[in-house]
């Protein structure tokens, strides 16, 4: 029942160093705000873990996003769902929900799914 896949090292295109993903729930999901401040203490102590000289004033909030969850905060787990929308109207829709790891790491069998879907 964990929320985050932990905290993860990444070089990016421009050769820079970036951590994450850092989660804190929002009640929005229009809500992309970085509050820069608590989370940006919590990632450098989930950071000091494997650098330890880490200090938060070496880190900034890069970007944010809303990432797909089917459940509550402390909610059982809930896997993603693959449902074509002919019933609700929409014929040759395929609605993808809540595709999250290891949803990501079966990429090619969903499409293959969807694929079956729509013959």
């Known amino acids: 029942h964990t929320t985050s896949l932990g905290t993860h090292l990444t070089l990016d295109m421009a050769g820079a160093i970036r951590f994450g993903p850092d989660l804190e729930w929002v009640a929005s ?7 820069g401040g ?5 990632a ?3 950071v000091a873990e494997y650098l330890p000289a880490i200090r938060p ?3 900034a ?3 944010s996003g809303i990432r797909p969850k089917l459940q509550p905060p402390g909610g059982a787990f809930r896997d993603f769902v693959v449902r074509e929308e002919s019933d609700a109207g929409f014929p040759g ?3 993808l929900i809540g595709i ?5 790491t079966s990429a090619l069998a ?3 799914m969807v694929d079956r879907l729509l013959r």
């Open 29 to 35: 999901n229009t809500d992309y705000a970085t509050d």
């Open 38 to 42: 608590q989370s940006v203490e919590q």
């Open 57 to 59: 004033r070496n880190l």
């Open 61 to 63: 909030p890069g970007y």
């Open 93 to 95: 829709f395929v609605n």
């Open 100 to 104: 999250e790891s290891p949803g990501l």
């Open 110 to 112: 969903i499409a293959a």
């Open 44 to 46: 450098a102590a989930a």
